[in-house]
Nanobody
Framework: QVQLVESGGGLVQAGDSLRLSCAAS????????MGWFRQAPGNKRDFVSG????????YYADSVTGRFTITRDNAKKTVDLQMNSLKPEDTAIYYC?????????????????????WGQGTQVTVSS
């Protein structure tokens, strides 16, 4: 079993930056793609960013491209999301995810079948 724990969320003003971190623990038999999703009240959970097991491939939702950067450190079993130029519409609970076929997370509505582990979520609130 894999446990994912997010940190780094908070309340910031528009234009500010935050860095989210996700720490994985537990035994793992295969390498996972990892990434971030977010969910605002009344909305479905949406893809934000993903990264392949090697770290060589990264993926971003159109709404965050150019503002967010995802990285991973397999030795530390962590994945980070650097969020710059934050906007009020970025306000949501952000969830760390680990799974397979990360290249499809951005393009399919069925990502629940590909994500095998979810973190508990961390709140990001951006005021105008």
């Amino acid at each position: 079993q894999v446990q994912l724990v997010e940190s780094g969320g908070g309340l910031v003003q528009a234009g500010d930056s935050l860095r989210l971190s996700c720490a994985a623990s537990g035994r793992t038999f295969i390498s996972y793609a990892m990434g971030w999703f977010r969910q605002a009240p009344g909305n479905k959970r949406d893809f934000v960013s993903g990264i392949s097991w090697s770290g060589n491939n990264t993926y971003y939702a159109d709404s965050v491209t150019g503002r967010f950067t995802i990285t991973r450190d397999n030795a530390k079993k962590t994945v980070d999301l650097q969020m710059n130029s934050l906007k009020p519409e970025d306000t949501a609970i952000y969830y760390c995810a680990a799974g397979e076929l990360g290249e499809y997370w951005a393009t399919t509505r069925q990502f629940d079948r590909l994500v095998h582990y979810w973190g508990q979520g961390t709140q990001v609130t951006v005021s105008s």
